[in-house]
Nanobody
Framework: QVQLVESGGGLVQAGGSLRLSCAAS????????VAWFRQAPGQEREFTAG????????YYADSVKGRFTISRDNAKNTVNLQLNSLKPEDTAVYYC??????????????????WGQGTQVTVSS
């Protein structure tokens, strides 16, 4: 069993930055894919970025490519998401998700069994 806890959300002006963290307990992330999804009010949860823990390979949604960076911290067993050049349309609850996937980065919510509780990111114009 893997428990995920997100942190780092908040309120920021357009053009600003935030750093989200996803901490795992219960087991190490080795062999897992860890992804960030987001869900705005009235919209479906969408893939934002993912990292394959073993290979370090990353993958981004087109909407955040070049602005967001996902990374891993082996020592802390955490995955971070750096959000730069934020836009009002980035406003959403951001969720961390994980599942066993040694060689792939899933982009669909149904492929992930483990989810955090979410952290709110609000970008004002």
């Amino acid at each position: 069993q893997v428990q995920l806890v997100e942190s780092g959300g908040g309120l920021v002006q357009a053009g600003g930055s935030l750093r989200l963290s996803c901490a795992a307990s219960g087991r190490a992330f080795s062999g897992y894919v860890v992804a960030w999804f987001r869900q705005a009010p009235g919209q479906e949860r969408e893939f934002t970025a993912g990292i394959n823990w073993s290979s370090g390979r990353t993958y981004y949604a087109d909407s955040v490519k070049g602005r967001f960076t996902i990374s891993r911290d082996n020592a802390k067993n955490t995955v971070n998401l750096q959000l730069n050049s934020l836009k009002p349309e980035d406003t959403a609850v951001y969720y961390c998700a994980a599942d066993w996937a040694p060689n792939i980065i899933w982009t669909m919510t149904r492929n992930y069994d483990y989810w955090g509780q979410g952290t709110q990111v609000t970008v004002s114009s």
